[in-house]
C-alpha cells in the first residue's frame, strides 16, 4: 500500500461520499470552513494505482509546534486488519515526515450495538478495532462519559429514513406525534430558508448562548458552512401564522370539543389569551425555529438547531425535524444524525433531556469507539495536554463572563 498525500480533491470527495465511514469532516467542503492556519492534506491509499483508502489530515499549530488530526478517521475497510494497520503505520511515518509531535483520530467505526436505553445487544462488535489500534501504537481515550473533553462527540442517535413519511411519524413519541398534528390547527410550517434568514439562526443561538455561556457563532460562520458545501447544505426555518393560531383556539373554545374538560378548556382559554398578547407584540408572522443541516452520501446531519425561547411551548423544533425529515428523504438520505448526545441514559444526568428529546423520533442508539492519539514526542504530547487543558478552562470562564455582561447590559 502507498500513501499519496496528494489525492486529486474531486476523486476524494467522491471516494468519501460512497464510503461507509463517509463524514462531512473529511471533505474539502469542511476544509473550507476552518482557520487559514489549517494545513489540509487530501490522503488516498493505494494499491496498485487503485483507491482504496482515504483520510483528510489536518495540520495545526499549538504554539511553536505541529499536529495532526484527522477527524473522524480515514475511509478504509476496517475488518480488513491487513489494511487497517497499513494504513495506521503509513500514517505514523507521515506524522515523523511532518515533524509533528502528535496524531490525533477519532474514528466513526461503531463499538458495539446497543438498543435505546444504552444497553448491550446482540449485532456488531467492533471492539477488536480498538485492540488493534492499540497494538499499533496508539493510546485510547477509553470508552469514557461524552462530554470528557473529547474533539468529536463519540455518542450520537441517528434515525433512519428508510420508511413511509408515515411510517416515520408514527415511530416518533406521542408528545411529538401530538405537537406536529396541532401545528396544523395553530400554524406553524417549515420551509428552505435562504441566506436572509440567518439572522433569525444567529438570534435563536445567541438566546441559548446567553442561557449556558457559550460564545455564539457569527452569521459570517453559518454563511461560510452554506457557500461551502452550497447543495449539500439545507437550513430550515420554522414560522407561526399567529392569526391562524387565534382563529384556531377561539374555533376550538367555542366548539363541544372540552365541554366535559373544564381543565382542558381552562389551558386553552389561557393558551388563546397568550397567543392574543403574542400577536399584538410580533403581528400575525413569526419566525420561531432555525436549523443548518449538511447532507453527504446517504447520511444528513443536524449542525445547529434553536427555537425562540417564547414560542417554545408550540414545539417548532417537533415540526422542524418532521419537515427536515422529509427533506431529507426526499434527498435520497437513509440516516438522519442528530449529533451527539452525553451517552448516559440515567435521568440524574445533567444532558438527559437532551438524550430523552432526540430519541423521541424514533432514533437509534449510536456508539463509536472514540480518540486515539500516536505520540511521536512524549514531551511535546505532555506539554500540549496540560497547555490545552488550561485552555480550554480560561476559555469557558471568559466565555461566561462576556455573556453575563450581555446578559445584564
Known sequence: MLLNPNCKITEFNEFVKNHTHGHYMKTSMWVNTLDANTKPFYVGFYEEDKL???????????????????????????????????????????????????????????????????????????????????DCGFKHKGYGYAYNGSWVNRYTLVASLNKTIDEILAS????????????????????????????????????????????????????????????NARFYVTEIDLARMVQGLDEEIHSKKYAKDKEAYASKEKEYKEALQLQKTYGDHVKIAAGLFLYY???????????????????????????????????????????????????????????????????EFTEYIGEFDYIQSPKAYQNFIKQYRLYSKVKRKVNAILNQKQKSS
Open 172 to 231: 416518533y413519541a406521542k408528545p411529538r406525534q401530538t405537537a406536529i398534528k396541532r401545528h396544523q390547527i395553530i400554524g406553524v410550517q417549515t420551509r428552505i430558508g435562504t441566506l436572509d434568514d440567518l439572522d433569525a439562526l444567529c438570534s435563536f443561538e445567541k438566546e441559548l448562548a446567553e442561557l449556558q455561556g457559550f460564545k455564539p457563532h457569527s452569521k459570517e460562520y453559518f454563511k461560510k458552512i452554506i457557500e461551502s458545501f452550497k447543495q
Open 297 to 363: 452520501g446517504d447520511t444528513s446531519y443536524d449542525l445547529y438547531t434553536y427555537n425562540k425561547k417564547e414560542f417554545g411551548f408550540v414545539k417548532p423544533v417537533d415540526n422542524l425535524h418532521f419537515f427536515a425529515m422529509q427533506d431529507m428523504k426526499n434527498l435520497g438520505v437513509t440516516h438522519y444524525d442528530m449529533c451527539g448526545f452525553s451517552g448516559t441514559v440515567k435521568k440524574e444526568d445533567p444532558y438527559y433531556g437532551l438524550y430523552s428529546y432526540k430519541k423521541s423520533f424514533g432514533s
Open 52 to 134: 482504496i483508502g482515504t483520510a483528510l489530515v489536518l495540520k495545526k499549530k499549538w504554539l511553536n509546534k505541529s499536529y495532526l488530526y484527522i477527524p473522524w478517521g480515514p475511509c478504509i475497510d476496517y475488518q480488513n486488519q491487513t489494511q487497517l494497520k497499513e494504513t495506521l503505520n503509513l500514517l505514523k511515518t507521515f506524522t515523523k515526515n511532518e515533524n509533528c509531535f502528535m496524531l490525533r483520530i477519532d474514528f466513526n467505526v461503531i463499538r458495539v450495538s446497543r438498543d435505546l436505553d444504552g444497553n448491550e445487544i446482540e449485532g456488531i462488535n467492533n471492539e477488536h478495532i480498538t485492540d488493534t489500534i492499540i
